[in-house]
């Protein structure tokens, strides 16, 4: 289940669920936090990059979904050779 960790999403915005295809917008890590703002235009953050910057974009008025709690939840590439 997702946290959000200040106000909720615009309406009309869907749940945010982490895949490999999202990538972090600071360092093009997986990203599992997701930063959405009034007009509907959405950050992606790794886990690093988004408890950095939550403190300023919850300040401005973004809704950040912290999706962390999914992180190892499913076997990924790396998780496949034992690492």
């Known amino acids: 289940m997702p946290t959000v960790v200040s106000a909720p999403a615009p309406s009309g915005q869907a ?25 509907g235009q959405d950050l992606l953050f790794c886990g690093h990059h988004g408890r950095r910057h939550q403190p300023a974009l919850a300040a401005s008025g973004w809704s ?10 499913t076997a990924g590439a790396s998780t496949a050779f034992g690492a």
């Open 15 to 39: 749940e945010f669920e982490p895949s490999p295809l999202h990538r972090c917008d600071r360092c093009g890590a997986q990203a599992f936090m997701r930063a959405v703002n009034a007009g």
């Open 64 to 73: 950040v979904t912290d999706r962390t709690d999914a992180i190892n939840k």
